[in-house]
């Protein structure tokens, strides 16, 4: 049997897509990567995901897992025609919260909003944000190692997950679903497969770190002269509000303008323009911390040294959405401008 | 040239030991494991090591890694006489720290609290503490992924090391010395290195994340019920309380009772005994966070639920060490005693 019959025998037509039923998944969000693959796999379970790529590896067919498919670099589509994109899009089953040990477990489908929203009434949450979060799955987040605007306090997305459930490339299943936070048992495998963009393997579940809600949030966005002033005052706020620091993200000028020139619902909050652009945001569990007071303080500390030239905070939660949204939005004007300013790029400061 | 003849040359008189001059070095802490191997190799850098591990490799010898000789499981000793221990006792240079990065690179052989004591006059801490620290060494802390106390915060010591340097079994030298905060470049291949007991290679050089050091401490010990309530506490402090638990450590009446029979300078600080214990620890880098109130409060919150018989802040220094030494002689009371209660497991809550 061809394995595209063998495919379409095994998951059925909602479950395996070829030509113009492929389209969505063929190229990635900024159009610059992906030919059409030999068909688009749409498998419901782990079981179903491993007898793919079995088959594809009996075949010598190329696999190339597909989560949101919002990543910008050509890691989720095909190279090859002789490619099988296996999507995770159907596989979308949540546990509830152990409220105990504060974890999730979850298919590699699962929007990352949809698990934010799923969460909201149990007091917990995912603290991992980004643009894409209404479209982004989890697996894509594992594959990419995602680092999000709230890394900086919680860490990267392989820092979030505990355990994984992984289909390596022969379609043996791996079980790595442990629910452990302190766990030292062993070699780290999981450690691997988190930004292995797919190449060791096809994440089917994983169990996530989960953190209580916070309870009160302070935003500001600010205004810097340049990059280093933005270095300086990072450093202030980790020691002086290092506990609640939950987001610390960097925007250009040039960024800002090209977002203000393309998206007309877009206006600068600020009354002077800086070289560089700094939102704070603290966020605490605790009802009993000055949160306004640390972040006003800090933020006075850094005008009196000229590191902030202007900056406002937030007052309301539409005031609060719309300085994210100058950030979120950098990628969106980008690729308007159809020009790239790279910000996920981390290096050592000098 | 026979193989220890070879190492007698390579590293000289200091660096090469046999015979009765190996002793300090052949058997763990709890004197259960370990035979007297050909010899302790003692090197002084990454070039020494990598030819002493080619040298071995080459004749057939096996390789132990051993930093501070501190475990309890026999894990750095040898197993066979034709073995050669890598102590790394030497290698204990360190660089200034960067404060900008917060990071500082060490050789694998610094001690714990030597790297604390450095760090003291700049302002930053490394967070990782355990009873061993004052003979614990950084390199035998990243071989067996250490957790200690504070781990509950800050992680284990995997997510401590920003970058490693690895002399792998065959005396190659793997350069992995990054200092990215947010690095998901290729594979996470340093993840696996810790935790793999050295069977891996042996880390001869690490990059550690730095903390801004804590401005104010809270410290209390709780007798509780059970461990059951011991869990719903901890649940509720983590929400109450989560960015400034630094510690929240768990012992039992047994291990208690065997200290206070073992150690004549330990007493019980509390009026009435539980079924188990919890030492809280709140920390926090800002002066303006009530943190006596925070600990305060959820103690109540605890007592009035019967959750907490009996407890009381640290108000001094002083109190907080003999507090801290309850917890720390532990394994000092159970080594007297000749029995053994496993503190460092981790399972998920039922």
């Known amino acids: 049997m061809m394995p595209d019959t063998a495919l379409a025998n095994l998951l059925g037509p909602k479950g395996w897509l070829t030509g113009p039923d492929t389209e969505q998944y063929c190229r990635d969000w900024l159009d610059r990567y992906g030919v059409e693959p030999l068909g688009v796999a749409r498998p419901t379970s782990t079981e179903e995901v491993a007898a793919v790529v ?7 067919l190329s696999v190339v897992p597909q989560g949101g498919n919002t990543g910008l670099c050509g890691g989720a589509v095909a190279q090859r025609s002789d490619t099988v994109i296996v999507s995770l899009a159907r596989m979308t089953a949540m546990d509830m919260p152990n409220p105990a040990s504060t974890t999730i477990r979850v298919e590699a489908g699962v929007v ?3 698990l934010h929203a799923a969460l909201e009434p149990h007091g917990l949450v995912f603290p991992m944000h980004l643009g894409a979060e209404g479209s982004a799955r989890i697996g894509g987040l594992i594959g990419t190692n995602a680092g999000g605007s709230h890394a900086f306090r ?3 997305m392989q820092d979030l997950v505990l355990g994984l459930e992984v289909v390596l490339p022969d379609g043996t299943v791996w079980d790595g679903l442990r629910a452990v936070q302190k766990d030292n048992a062993g070699y780290q495998l999981r450690k691997v497969f988190g930004g292995a ?6 994440v089917t579940r994983a169990v996530l770190k989960l953190y209580p809600a916070p309870r009160q ?15 300086t ?5 980790r020691a002086e509000a290092g506990e609640f620091l939950s987001g610390l993200e960097f925007f250009s000028d040039l960024g800002l303008a090209w977002i203000l020139k393309h998206l007309d619902a877009l206006t600068y909050p600020l009354e002077t323009r800086g070289g560089v652009y700094a939102l704070v945001e603290l966020t605490s569990g605790s009802a009993r911390v000055p949160l306004g007071e640390i972040l006003n303080a800090a933020l006075e500390w850094g005008m009196e040294r000229g590191l902030v030239i202007d900056g406002a905070l937030a007052m309301s939660e539409q005031q609060r959405a719309h300085v994210w949204r100058l950030r979120e939005e950098q990628p969106e004007g980008q690729r308007l401008e159809a020009a790239q300013l790279k910000h996920d790029i981390a290096v050592p400061p000098p």
Chains 1, 2 share one sequence.
């Open 233 to 237: 005052l990072a450093t202030h706020l």
């Open 217 to 231: 949030r302070a935003t500001a966005l600010l205004a810097l002269p340049d990059a280093a002033a933005a270095v």
């Open 54 to 60: 079995r088959l594809c590896h009996a075949s010598g």
């Open 154 to 156: 919680y860490g990267m």
């Open 197 to 202: 963009e797919g190449t060791l393997g096809i």
């Open 112 to 114: 990352l909003a949809t």
